[in-house]
């Protein structure tokens, strides 16, 4: 595996040859060094390859992206086409333009039912009342006739034909919206704290999540070409606009001679091949981790002095969940802590993370093309070297925080400059109106009364923003009179949880998530009042396969599934979603057997935890052996509180 390689090479002093052929030489005394020393001593100097040097193959991915023409073959052409579906091929490139190919797998008949969920990038999850609109029309007139909230701040639109997918995008791009790299391996969408606070450093995480998005935004012509038949787009991305003064293009072309920029008349930091696989970015400030700092590639937290002025970051690497049951080498991964950057180097920083993923990165074996793979091969140190190889300058240390704490930011809050958000829960994100629930026209009927805008949750919710305070009660009635439960009506168990979307649409997922997660927190709830304590309120997760879409990994409980209703249990995750994973507990646990799974470790949570201790750190605390022992001697109905 080419990771391991480079930790061998990194270790031994050997020369590094990065996914695009070009070789750098390692010095033992740089990565192997107890003390750094001020400047990496890693030569960046280009090395003339050998010219016997046979060429090794590129994997199936790799050769596609670097035939497609900066994403454009084979989907340019085949958009054009009467076909309702488009090839393989095309599926793969498609998937940087925000969109997958699925298929309803409980329609039986001739031939797949052929359609596209559409995926947003909207960095902060800012949502204006102009694009809420057009998203509540598309999707009524070519969706589905709902919309999902993703665990990445954003809307997707499922139910979307091909014939209609290029209106659809080319709208959303014409009102300054986005779907450029919702998906594919390049940057994501870039999240940060969904609330909506004026302080000092909520602003400052805002503005660079939108800036770190403008850095590492794709520049291939092809979205253009595809969607909009070569014409420039009506309107610019709107966060764009907002943080033009930080010259980022600038930034993102300077080449400091160390191999961060590519010589590529295109792509100057991803080239024709772009990234080994997905990049995920998210930042926030000290103490608030509600949008799961740690699941992403690179987690920024703002630094600011007793004034609120920005003074740096806090810089962490090497989360993501994604693995594959039955594959040890697969595993999910909470980030470490890399070091500080000072805000006028931490555009530089950045590109000098992505450039070492991008060249040291595993091409060859894509389930361990993830950067969290190169760090975890390395270790954090021995990163952090390379990383600096790139950069050019020492990292300087992690400054001490806060403690993390988790807050979905739900309910009335005061945004500081006298106007209300509020948080509205809503149930694996699925946005819509099904009987007397009527969630979708309840949000259409506030955007266009108050032209209120919104930001989108880490857990697929939505906050209400800019609301006057005299306002709150006709807010609140509204929803009422559309089927909505206030907060308090809303099971903590509910607010707490969230699930993917699974079956019927996603080609993945091996059972249920969304359909059946509201049964199950009805079933949890059924246990914890039988068990006398129906106090305790516990974050729960559910996907439908091991990819981790619903982050299940850092929640306290989840439920992956590994068959037809069939889920593996994975227990201890933080109740702060901080700085660790969860363990799997039990595999292949039937669907109608859950509750006998769950009762002795709740049994042992009640007989053994310490005061206060969350179900989360009581797990962890005690461990799988610990559990597993107690289980297995445990009799079913012997233990309430």
Same mark, same amino acid.
């Given at each position: 595996?080419?990771?391991?390689?480079?930790?061998?090479?990194?270790?031994?002093?050997?020369?590094?040859?990065?996914?695009?052929?070009?070789?750098?030489?390692?010095?033992?005394?740089?990565?192997?060094?107890?003390?750094?020393?001020?400047?990496? #001593?890693?030569?960046?100097?280009?090395?003339?390859?050998?010219?016997?040097?046979?060429?090794?193959?590129?994997?199936?991915?790799?050769?596609?992206?670097?035939?497609?023409?900066?994403?454009?073959?084979?989907?340019?052409?085949?958009?054009?086409?009467?076909?309702?579906?488009?090839?393989?091929?095309?599926?793969?490139?498609?998937?940087?333009?925000?969109?997958? #190919?699925?298929?309803?797998?409980? &329609?039986?008949?001739?031939?797949?039912?052929?359609?596209?969920?559409?995926?947003?990038?909207?960095?902060?999850?800012?949502?204006?009342?102009?694009?809420?609109?057009?998203?509540?029309?598309?999707?009524?007139?070519?969706?589905?006739?709902?919309?999902?909230?993703?665990?990445?701040?954003?809307?997707?639109?499922?139910?979307?034909?091909?014939?209609?997918? %290029?209106?659809?995008?080319?709208?959303?791009?014409?009102?300054?919206?986005?779907?450029?790299? /919702?998906?594919?391996?390049?940057?994501?969408?870039?999240?940060?704290?969904?609330?909506?606070? &004026?302080?000092?450093?909520?602003?400052?995480?805002?503005?660079?999540?939108? &800036?770190?998005?403008?850095?590492?935004?794709?520049?291939? @012509?092809?979205?253009?070409?595809?969607?909009?038949?070569?014409?420039?787009?009506?309107?610019?991305?709107?966060?764009?606009?907002?943080?033009?003064?930080?010259?980022?293009?600038?930034?993102?072309?300077?080449?400091?001679?160390?191999?961060?920029?590519? @010589?590529?008349?295109?792509?100057?930091?991803?080239?024709?091949?772009?990234?080994?696989?997905?990049?995920?970015?998210?930042?926030?400030?000290?103490?608030?981790?509600?949008?799961?700092?740690?699941?992403?590639?690179?987690?920024?937290?703002?630094?600011?002095?007793?004034?609120?002025?920005?003074?740096?970051?806090?810089?962490?690497?090497?989360?993501?969940?994604?693995?594959?049951?039955?594959?040890?080498?697969?595993?999910?991964?909470?980030?470490?802590?890399?070091?500080?950057?000072?805000?006028?180097?931490?555009?530089?920083?950045?590109?000098?993370?992505?450039?070492?993923?991008?060249?040291?990165?595993?091409?060859?074996?894509?389930?361990?093309?993830?950067?969290?793979?190169?760090?975890?091969?390395?270790?954090?140190?021995?990163?952090?070297?390379?990383?600096?190889?790139?950069?050019?300058?020492?990292?300087?240390?992690?400054?001490?925080?806060?403690?993390?704490?988790?807050?979905?930011?739900?309910?009335?809050?005061?945004?500081?400059?006298? %106007?209300?958000?509020?948080?509205?829960?809503?149930?694996?994100?699925?946005?819509?109106?099904?009987?007397?629930?009527?969630?979708?026209? /309840?949000?259409?009927?506030?955007?266009?009364?108050?032209?209120?805008?919104?930001?989108?949750?880490?857990?697929?919710?939505?906050?209400?923003?800019?609301?006057?305070?005299?306002?709150?009660? @006709?807010?609140?009635?509204?929803? %009422?009179?559309?089927?909505?439960?206030?907060?308090?009506?809303?099971?903590?168990?509910?607010?707490?949880?969230?699930?993917?979307?699974?079956?019927?649409?996603?080609?993945?997922?091996?059972?249920?998530?969304?359909?059946?997660?509201?049964?199950?927190?009805?079933?949890?709830?059924?246990?914890?009042?039988?068990?006398?304590?129906?106090?305790?309120?516990?974050?729960?997760?559910?996907?439908?396969?091991?990819?981790?879409?619903?982050?299940?990994?850092?929640?306290?409980?989840?439920?992956?599934?590994?068959?037809?209703?069939?889920?593996?249990?994975?227990?201890?995750?933080?109740?702060?979603?901080?700085?660790?994973?969860?363990?799997?507990?039990?595999?292949?646990? %039937?669907?109608?057997?859950?509750?006998?799974?769950?009762?002795?470790?709740?049994?042992?949570?009640?007989?053994?935890? #310490? #005061?206060?201790?969350?179900?989360?750190?009581?797990?962890?605390?005690?461990?799988?052996?610990?559990?597993?022992?107690?289980?297995?001697?445990?009799?079913?109905?012997?233990?309430?509180?």
């Amino acid at each position: 595996m080419r990771f391991a390689s480079t930790a061998l090479a990194l270790a031994s002093g050997i020369s590094i040859t990065n996914a695009f052929g070009l070789k750098y030489a390692a010095t033992r005394q740089s990565f192997l060094s107890s003390t750094r020393p001020p400047r990496s #001593q890693l030569s960046m100097v280009l090395e003339k390859p050998k010219e016997k040097t046979k060429v090794k193959k590129l994997a199936k991915i790799e050769e596609l992206k670097t035939k497609c023409d900066y994403l454009k073959a084979p989907l340019l052409e085949e958009m054009k086409n009467e076909e309702i579906f488009v090839s393989k091929d095309a599926m793969q490139i498609l998937k940087y333009h925000g969109s997958y #190919q699925q298929s309803d797998r409980e &329609v039986r008949g001739k031939g797949k039912d052929y359609q596209f969920m559409l995926r947003l990038k909207q960095p902060a999850g800012e949502i204006s009342p102009e694009l809420f609109r057009l998203l509540d029309d598309l999707s009524r007139d070519m969706g589905q006739g709902d919309l999902r909230a993703t665990t990445r701040m954003c809307f997707q639109l499922h139910g979307v034909r091909k014939g209609n997918l %290029k209106t659809v995008v080319r709208s959303i791009m014409d009102i300054g919206g986005s779907t450029v790299g /919702a998906c594919g391996d390049i940057s994501r969408n870039v999240m940060t704290s969904p609330a909506p606070f &004026v302080s000092p450093e909520y602003q400052h995480a805002r503005e660079w999540s939108k &800036v770190f998005a403008q850095l590492f935004r794709p520049m291939t @012509d092809a979205f253009s070409q595809i969607w909009c038949d070569g014409e420039k787009v009506a309107t610019v991305e709107t966060w764009a606009k907002e943080v033009e003064h930080l010259n980022v293009d600038e930034a993102m072309y300077y080449d400091n001679g160390r191999g961060v920029v590519l @010589d590529d008349p295109v792509e100057p930091l991803y080239g024709t091949r772009y990234l080994p696989k997905k990049f995920k970015i998210g930042i926030t400030v000290p103490g608030d981790n509600s949008l799961d700092i740690y699941i992403n590639d690179i987690g920024l937290v703002v630094i600011c002095d007793d004034n609120g002025e920005l003074q740096g970051f806090n810089v962490m690497v090497g989360g993501g969940l994604g693995r594959t049951h039955n594959k040890e080498e697969t595993f999910a991964r909470a980030c470490d802590h890399l070091g500080y950057v000072a805000k006028e180097d931490v555009m530089e920083a950045m590109k000098a993370i992505l450039a070492t993923q991008r060249d040291h990165g595993n091409r060859d074996v894509r389930t361990n093309a993830r950067f969290k793979y190169l760090v975890h091969t390395l270790g954090i140190d021995k990163l952090r070297r390379l990383v600096e190889s790139y950069y050019g300058k020492p990292i300087e240390p992690w400054k001490p925080i806060k403690d993390w704490k988790y807050n979905d930011w739900m309910g009335w809050w005061e945004q500081g400059d006298g %106007k209300l958000f509020y948080g509205l829960h809503i149930d694996n994100g699925r946005v819509k109106d099904e009987g007397d629930f009527r969630l979708k026209t /309840a949000l259409r009927v506030l955007v266009d009364k108050y032209d209120m805008r919104m930001n989108m949750s880490p857990t697929q919710s939505i906050i209400l923003c800019d609301i006057d305070p005299k306002d709150k009660a @006709d807010v609140e009635q509204i929803l %009422k009179d559309h089927g909505i439960l206030s907060l308090e009506e809303v099971d903590p168990l509910a607010r707490l949880s969230m699930s993917c979307p699974a079956l019927p649409l996603c080609g993945l997922a091996m059972t249920e998530a969304e359909r059946i997660m509201p049964s199950y927190i009805e079933r949890m709830r059924a246990l914890l009042v039988k068990m006398n304590i129906n106090e305790e309120e516990i974050l729960m997760r559910m996907t439908g396969c091991p990819n981790g879409c619903a982050r299940p990994y850092m929640a306290e409980l989840a439920f992956v599934g590994d068959g037809p209703k069939s889920y593996q249990v994975w227990l201890g995750g933080s109740p702060v979603l901080a700085g660790r994973t969860a363990f799997p507990y039990k595999s292949k646990v %039937k669907d109608d057997v859950m509750e006998d799974c769950l009762e002795p470790v709740l049994a042992m949570f009640i007989e053994k935890r #310490q #005061q206060f201790e969350a179900f989360g750190d009581f797990c962890y605390r005690m461990g799988v052996d610990a559990i597993e022992e107690y289980a297995n001697n445990y009799v079913l109905g012997s233990v309430k509180a």
